[in-house]
């Protein structure tokens, strides 16, 4: 599902929303949610993450990228 803007996505994140916001296959967005800095939420094996978090974990990224 393609979704236009933020708001557009559910508050709370599977792992195929983050690998098509992020453009990566799902393995990848799994490796992503195991950083000890993502705002992951287990509930039971499931990981999600509240989309405000995420998108403000991503923006936090690229201004890391942009400093180094």
């Known amino acids: ?15 195929g929303d983050i690998a098509e916001i992020i453009g990566v296959s799902d393995r990848s967005a799994y490796e992503i949610m195991e950083r000890p800095d993502f705002p992951l939420i287990r509930i039971g094996r499931q990981k999600r993450v ?10 936090a990224q690229s201004k890391l990228k942009k400093e180094a």
């Open 1 to 15: 599902m393609k979704f236009k803007s933020v708001e557009d996505y559910p508050i709370i994140l599977k792992v």
């Open 50 to 59: 509240q989309r405000e978090a995420f998108f403000g974990w991503l923006e």
